[in-house]
Each structure stands twice: as C-alpha cells, then as structure tokens.
C-alpha cells in the first residue's frame, strides 16, 4: 500500500514531466516558426536572383541617342567572363541598336587565348564592313595588354589614360617540369601512347630538345599572325620599333608616341567627344544568377589550381 508521501512523490514526477513537454513543445513551435521564417527568406532570395525582368532593354534606353558600351574584362578564355561567344553578342546587339551612335569597347584586360581574340577582332571587322557609318572604339582603363589590344586593334581609334598599361604583343606558352621532383620523392611516370610526340606537353616527363624547338615555332607563327592583324588594325599609324612587338607593355603616354593608341581619354570622354553624347549604356552581357552564386562560392577554384599544375596552354600575354 502506498503511502501519502509516495503519491505526492510521484504526482510531482508528473507534473515536472508534463512541464517539460510543454516546454519543448514551445521550443519545439518556436524553432519550427524560425525555420519556416528562414526557408521563406531563401526561396524569396532565389525568387529574386532568377528574376526575369518585365521592361525590355529598348524601353529603358534613353532617347537621344547613346554611346552603347562594351566590356572586355579579366582574362579573355572560352571558360570566363570575357569569352568570345558573350563579347560576340554583346557587340552584335550594339550594332543593331538603331539608337546606338557608335560602339565603345572598354577594356581592362591582360590578355588570354590568341584564339578567343581572335573570333572577336574579326567579327568586328566584319560588323563595321555590314554599317561603315557605325564607329569603333576602344578604350583601355588600368590595362589592355596582349589578347586585349589584340581586340583593340579592331576598333576604329583607340584611347587610354596617360598612366595606362598598352601593348605586350607577344606569345606565351607555360607550364611546370616535375620530373626531378618526382625523381626525388621516387615516383616513376607511366604513360602509353599511340604517337612519338603525343606526349610531348607532359610536365612529368623529360624535354626533348626536337619538341621545345617545334613548339617554339608554333609560338612563333602565332606571334606572327598577332603581330599581322595589329598592323592591319592601326596602319600607317604605328610607329614601328625593334621592340615593339618584343612583349614589352608600355604606358599610355608612351602608347601615344609609338602609336598604338589614338590618344588620351576616357569612356565618358570618348562618348562625349567622338560621339556627341553624354549617355552611356552598358551591352555587355551579364552572367547567370546562378553561375555567379557558383562563382561566389569557390566551387571552380580546385578546377582553376589543376588546370594552372597540369596545363599547358596558349597565350597572349
């Protein structure tokens, strides 16, 4: 038979557990409201990132004209802002703006693929052939080296600051040599293939005499085709000296006197001087919500380390 002081004993055990139940059935609700509070902040975040907007570009674009701007920023390559395909379009949608009083192509870049400026200096000699009353120009901010004057080159009259960075015009092949590391450490390499120089780009196995020679001269003929197409771009304009196709960079005062560049100015000034307005719109096509949130969270950065350690690639820098 239970006594009085047990049954109190045990009414106290309930009634202590029934208040803890209450009480995280409280946090329970509680945390239950700040989740769903959170995951309604998220979906409206991504609702706002793939946003699709309801005016047109022709209804935002001021009336009167405009000058219609062009990027060529960072790294010229397939895999970048600054590819071929994204300059392309965004320079076809400034030739067809009717609106549009010429093109400017503002330029802060070191460089890249021989073959990604290419594609874009001949499309713009194509374009300016198909509307010759539609000018061209390029203006190079903090640097327009390689690659990137190769683009400039294109265009009509070229412009940069005094204290620019202009010129580089030479090619580059790099690439690391691994092979007394791995002698060191013990590693042997294995490599089958069906070709006596397939290989011959392999950083872990040693450098033929014969193969540097031939790669040098594939270097060499790219260097040749770059320095064709600066001086079909500028013409009687440059003033040619022994270095100057050597890969030296050179600022835009010094550009001036050799002739790589028309003269002193800016985006806003060439807009204003060469083209009579004070409008400036922007063309330059942008990147995908998603791929910039991608790009914002390093998930391309290993990809960018092995590539740098395992490549060995092409440039115009």
Not at 133 to 140: K, Q, T
Not at 141 to 165: H, P, Q, T
Not at 189 to 204: I, M, Q, V, W
């Amino acid at each position: 038979m239970n006594r009085p002081e047990d049954s109190s004993k045990e009414w106290h055990l309930i009634e202590k557990m029934l208040g803890d139940l209450q009480k995280e059935q409280r946090r329970s609700r509680r945390w239950g409201v700040f989740f769903r509070a959170l995951t309604f902040i998220y979906l409206f975040a991504l609702l706002w990132m793939f946003r699709t907007p309801i005016e047109n570009a022709e209804g935002m674009l001021p009336e009167g004209g405009f000058a219609a701007v062009v990027e060529v920023k960072g790294t010229i390559a397939a895999d970048q802002d600054a590819n071929a395909d994204a300059l392309i379009g965004a320079i076809r949608d400034a030739f067809e703006e009717p609106d549009a009083k010429g093109l400017i192509l503002r330029i802060n870049s070191p460089g890249g693929s021989p073959v990604q400026a290419g594609y874009v200096y001949d499309e713009i000699r194509r374009l300016k052939a198909t509307r010759p009353d539609f000018p061209v120009y390029a203006v190079i901010m903090d640097l327009g080296a390689s690659g990137a004057y190769y683009i400039a080159a294109a265009a009509d009259e070229i412009y940069a600051d005094k204290a620019s960075l202009v010129g580089s015009i030479g090619v580059v092949g790099s690439g690391f040599g691994f092979v007394g590391v791995m002698d060191k450490v013990g590693v042997e390499r294995r490599s089958y293939t069906s070709g006596a120089h397939k290989g011959f780009l392999d950083p872990f196995q040693p450098e033929k005499p014969e193969e540097r020679e031939f790669w040098e001269g594939v270097l060499d003929v790219t260097h040749k085709q770059f320095i064709e197409q600066v001086r079909k771009g500028r013409g009687e304009r440059l003033h040619e000296t022994s270095d100057m196709f050597s890969g030296l960079v050179w600022s835009g005062e010094q550009a001036l006197e050799l002739g790589l560049i028309d003269g002193l100015g800016s985006s806003s000034s060439v807009a204003r001087e060469r083209l009579g307005t004070e409008e400036l719109v922007n063309f330059t096509r942008q990147k995908a919500p998603w791929e910039e949130l991608v790009g914002r969270l390093g998930a391309s950065f290993g990809r960018g380390v092995a590539t740098m350690l395992t490549e060995q690639s092409l440039q115009l820098r």
